[in-house]
């Protein structure tokens, strides 16, 4: 496969590496490479990347990332974390409009029939053109109707994806609920000082990371 040169990122949040690229990108990258990538990696619909199953020694996934041409990129911070599941919620709530269209289309023929049993309950006449025609055209109906509850289904999970980015959100208006994160922050960083830390260097410049965007988020609405 012809190599280009991508990065691979460090979610500090979920401590694994994400790999993304388009479903058109994996469809053309060799079977060989493909076995490689699931060995390591598993494809998360939530950060919409293949996600490392490792989330402590990242060495094998990190050699996999290189085979496929990913370097070595910079770990977002958590702002930009925030930014990033921002453009993914209104991803998914623009997936979740289009499978309630599709629901709707899927169904209408069926909605349209209720009330009509003569429509449901007409038995079906073998050997006879019309009556054959017309169970034909029932069983499609049907079949649409069933295939319609499964587009409901996306659209209620995408529509769940949304709402977890909107209700954080609305959270980083709520002092309380900054203040409680700024303490909670500030105590588990406290406690790394005092005993053999269980976190790398990187991972507690995270959290001081948050602590600073919490602390801004508070002061930028006045309490």
Do not use: C
């Not at 060799?30 to 998360?44: C, G, I, P, T």
């Not at 921002?86 to 349209?112: F, G, S, V």
């Not at 025609?133 to 587009?151: S, V």
């Not at 289904?153 to 609305?170: G, P, Q």
């Amino acid at each position: 496969m012809t190599r280009t040169t991508r990065t691979y990122i460090v979610n500090n949040d979920t401590k694994r590496i994400e790999l993304h690229f388009s479903k058109q990108e994996y469809q053309a990258i060799s079977n060989e490479d493909k076995d490689r990538l699931r060995k390591r990696f598993v494809f998360s619909p939530k950060a919409n990347a293949w996600v490392s199953r490792a989330t402590k020694n990242h060495a094998l996934a990190i050699k996999v990332a290189e085979q496929l041409g990913f370097e070595n990129g910079k770990r977002l911070t958590f702002s930009e974390q925030l930014a990033r599941k921002e453009k993914d919620a209104i991803r998914y709530q623009d997936l979740a409009e289009k499978a309630q269209r599709r629901a709707e289309y899927l169904q209408a023929d069926y909605n349209e029939m209720r009330g009509n049993n003569a429509f449901f309950t007409q038995p079906i006449i073998r050997g006879h053109a019309g009556s054959e025609a017309f169970g034909r055209r029932r069983e499609k109906i049907f079949e649409k109707y069933i295939k319609g509850f499964e587009e409901l289904r996306k659209s209620k999970f995408y529509k769940a994806k949304a709402l977890e980015y909107f209700d954080f959100s609305t959270k980083l208006k709520d002092p309380t609920f900054l203040n409680n994160e700024i303490d909670r922050i500030a105590q588990k960083i406290e406690s790394e000082h005092h005993k053999d830390s269980l976190l790398t260097s990187e991972q507690i410049q995270y959290e001081k990371d948050k602590l600073s965007y919490f602390q801004l988020r508070l002061k930028e609405i006045g309490s």
